[in-house]
């Protein structure tokens, strides 16, 4: 089975159920608190790729939404309702799948929005030196 060991109860987690997980559920699968900024610049927010993530990640999944709504020709709108069902696919099969609400396959584009901006709050800070805090406290030194 293709998963990964899940060190409180040793045994092994899917790896379906690893990347699908629940928000409320990772913390059974880490068994720690983590902040969702502190270590965006070595990922999505890394310098050398936010760019191309943030173009990615906004035409793919808010653009169409934005289209589908606004004055273009019909040539367009269509297109964006391909796009907005191609979008949401993946969201409507893992809701399912993972018992989760309907709303969040519908406030999905807004996630998205949220997740762009926790990538670049977190890369600003990473170049301004500001470690990030929780309850007081420093999370540790940045890599």
């Known amino acids: 089975m ?22 409320k559920d990772i913390p059974k699968l880490r068994r720690r608190r983590m902040v969702l900024a502190k270590n965006t ?5 890394a310098p050398a790729v936010i760019f191309p993530m943030t173009f990615i990640l906004l035409c793919g ?19 964006a ?11 409507l099969v893992a809701a399912g799948r993972f018992r989760q609400p309907w709303l969040s396959v519908l406030l999905h584009p807004l996630g998205v929005i949220a997740l762009v901006g926790i990538q670049w709050f977190g890369l600003f800070r990473h170049l301004s030196g500001r470690r990030p805090q929780w309850k007081g406290r420093s999370l540790g030194a940045d890599t």
């Open 81 to 91: 309702a391909t796009a907005c069902s191609l979008a949401f696919l993946p969201r």
């Open 2 to 23: 293709i998963g990964r060991l899940d060190r409180d109860r040793d045994e092994i987690v899917p790896l379906w159920d690893v990347l699908f997980a629940q928000a």
């Open 61 to 79: 999944q808010v653009v169409p939404f934005l289209l589908l709504f606004s004055s273009v020709p019909s040539v367009v709108r269509f297109m």
């Open 41 to 45: 610049h070595e990922g999505l927010g």
